[in-house]
């Protein structure tokens, strides 16, 4: 009988399921530098405009099959994210958090002229999509929140769908 109490807790918290988000170095995901100066408060993440943020939330990257998501905040624009693709189905969300913006401008930037990549759709914060774009995306967002910017490869194109790229939003 006491083993039996001594082996249910045990039981009860090998059950127990843990959900890890792990946060990127600066690396492969990293936002690009511009100009000679990194802060270390914002984790890689640079700034574009003159003036730096009150306060910087750390982005996140976390792959999920064949999805690449990366969380940002809205406070955290303008800037210029980085990031590759490996395999020939993969896409790569932004989650742009708290965006409060009447509109979103964001541009792709492959790193190969040959590459096939663009925004396939956008999620709004009402949960609504729109899509597929180009290159170059300019919405007009009429609710507040999260918003998502996805991004692939073009299935009426040619082209290889692997390869670094860049996505610039303002």
């Given at each position: 009988?006491?083993?039996?109490?001594?082996?249910?807790?045990?039981?009860?918290?090998?059950?127990?399921?843990?959900?890890?988000?792990?946060?990127?170095s600066?690396?492969?995901?990293?936002?690009?530098?511009?100009?000679?100066?990194?802060?270390?408060?914002?984790?890689?993440?640079?700034?574009?405009?003159?003036?730096?943020?009150?306060?910087?939330?750390?982005a996140?990257?976390?792959?999920?099959?064949?999805?690449?998501?990366?969380?940002?905040?809205?406070?955290?624009?303008?800037?210029?994210?980085?990031?590759?693709?490996?395999?020939?189905?993969?896409?790569?969300?932004?989650?742009?958090?708290?965006?409060?913006?009447?509109?979103?401008?964001?541009?792709?930037?492959?790193?190969a002229?040959?590459?096939?990549?663009?925004?396939?759709?956008?999620?709004?914060?009402?949960?609504?999509?729109?899509?597929?774009?180009?290159?170059?995306?300019?919405?007009?967002i009429?609710?507040?929140?999260?918003?998502?910017?996805?991004?692939?490869?073009?299935?009426?194109?040619?082209?290889?769908p692997?390869?670094?790229?860049?996505?610039?939003?303002?």
């Open positions: 009988m006491k083993k039996l109490l001594a082996i249910v807790p045990l039981l009860l918290l090998s059950c127990q399921k843990n959900e890890s988000i792990t946060e990127t600066v690396g492969q995901d990293s936002v690009l530098l511009v100009g000679n100066e990194m802060d270390s408060s914002t984790n890689g993440l640079v700034v574009l405009d003159q003036e730096k943020p009150k306060s910087v939330t750390k996140f990257r976390v792959i999920d099959g064949d999805s690449v998501i990366k969380t940002i905040n809205a406070d955290m624009i303008p800037l210029t994210v980085s990031d590759e693709f490996t395999t020939d189905q993969q896409k790569y969300i932004l989650k742009i958090k708290n965006f409060s913006e009447k509109k979103i401008n964001a541009t792709i930037n492959p790193g002229a040959d590459m096939n990549v663009r925004f396939n759709q956008i999620k709004y914060a009402d949960g609504t999509f729109d899509g597929p774009f180009g290159l170059q995306i300019t919405q007009d009429n609710k507040p929140g999260e918003i998502w910017l996805i991004v692939g490869k073009n299935l009426m194109a040619s082209g290889k692997t390869g670094k790229f860049t996505i610039s939003l303002k």
